[in-house]
C-alpha cells in the first residue's frame, strides 16, 4: 500500500500542468521554470489564436525562413507537449545540419520538392525527396537537414513533441561563437583560411 501511495505520488509530480488542468497558457512575464511557464490569470479565445502563420524573410545566406509558434511566440501551447513552425525555402535555399533536443519534428510539405533526411546514433543516413502531402519524422534529438529540391519556392509545416523544442545549428555552434579557431581546425579538420572564412560568415571569432 505505501508502495502505491509512493507511485502516485510520483505520478503526480512528473505530470505537467496541462495534464492537472484543462490549459495553462503561459503568462510570459514570469520566469520560465523546468516544467514550463505559470499559467496567466485570465484567457480569452484569442489565447488559442495564433495569427501569424505567414512566409518569414528568408533574405539570408540559407535563403530560408522559418516562423514558430512556440511557447514564446503562442503561450496557448504552454505544458501541452507540442507546437509547431513554418518553413519556406527559396529556390536553392537550404535548412543547414540542426537538432531539436527536446523535441521529435513532422515535416508536412504543402509547396515544392523538399529533400530531408537525418543521421541515426550509429551513423546511418536516411534521406528523401517530397512533394506536396508527403510527410517526414525526424527522431528527437538527431541532426537533420532540408532544402528545396525543384525550381520553386518550397514551403512546409513543421510540428513539435514540445512546446519549446530547442534548436542547435551544427554551423552556428562552430562558426558563430568565440570558439578558438585553433581549436576548431584541429577537431575538425579544417585548414585555417577555411575556418576564418567561415567564421566570417557566421559572426564569429577567436
Known amino acids: 500500500m505505501i508502495f502505491i501511495l509512493f507511485l502516485l505520488t510520483l505520478?503526480?509530480?512528473?505530470?505537467?500542468n496541462a495534464s492537472v488542468l484543462d490549459f495553462c497558457v503561459?503568462?510570459?512575464?514570469?520566469?520560465q521554470t523546468p516544467s514550463g511557464y505559470p499559467c496567466k490569470s485570465s484567457v480569452t479565445i484569442k489565447d488559442f489564436v495564433f495569427s501569424?502563420?505567414?512566409e518569414g524573410n528568408s533574405t539570408n545566406f540559407f535563403k530560408f525562413s522559418v516562423t514558430p509558434a512556440f511557447v514564446n511566440q503562442f503561450p496557448a501551447v504552454n505544458g501541452l507537449g507540442i507546437s509547431a513552425a513554418r518553413l519556406d525555402l527559396d529556390i536553392g535555399g537550404v535548412l543547414p545540419m540542426h537538432s531539436h533536443r527536446g523535441a521529435t519534428e513532422l515535416m508536412i510539405v504543402v509547396q515544392g520538392r523538399i529533400t530531408a533526411g537525418f543521421i541515426s546514433s550509429d551513423n546511418k543516413v536516411?534521406?528523401?525527396?517530397l512533394s506536396k502531402g508527403e510527410?517526414?519524422?525526424?527522431?528527437?534529438?538527431?541532426?537533420h537537414f532540408q532544402f528545396n529540391a525543384g525550381k520553386s519556392k518550397a514551403s512546409a509545416f513543421l510540428t513539435f513533441s514540445s512546446s519549446n523544442p530547442g534548436s542547435q545549428v551544427v554551423d552556428?555552434?562552430?562558426?558563430?561563437?568565440?570558439?578558438?579557431?585553433?581549436f576548431v581546425e584541429k577537431t575538425t579538420l579544417l585548414d585555417h583560411a577555411q575556418v576564418r572564412k567561415l567564421k566570417a560568415i557566421f559572426g564569429g571569432s577567436g
Open 126 to 129: 536516411f534521406v528523401a525527396t
Open 52 to 54: 501569424n502563420f505567414n
Open 135 to 143: 510527410v517526414l519524422v525526424f527522431p528527437q534529438g538527431l541532426l
Open 11 to 16: 505520478l503526480s509530480h512528473s505530470t505537467s
Open 26 to 31: 503561459a503568462d510570459l512575464s514570469s520566469p
Open 172 to 182: 552556428l555552434a562552430l562558426f558563430g561563437n568565440k570558439l578558438s579557431s585553433a
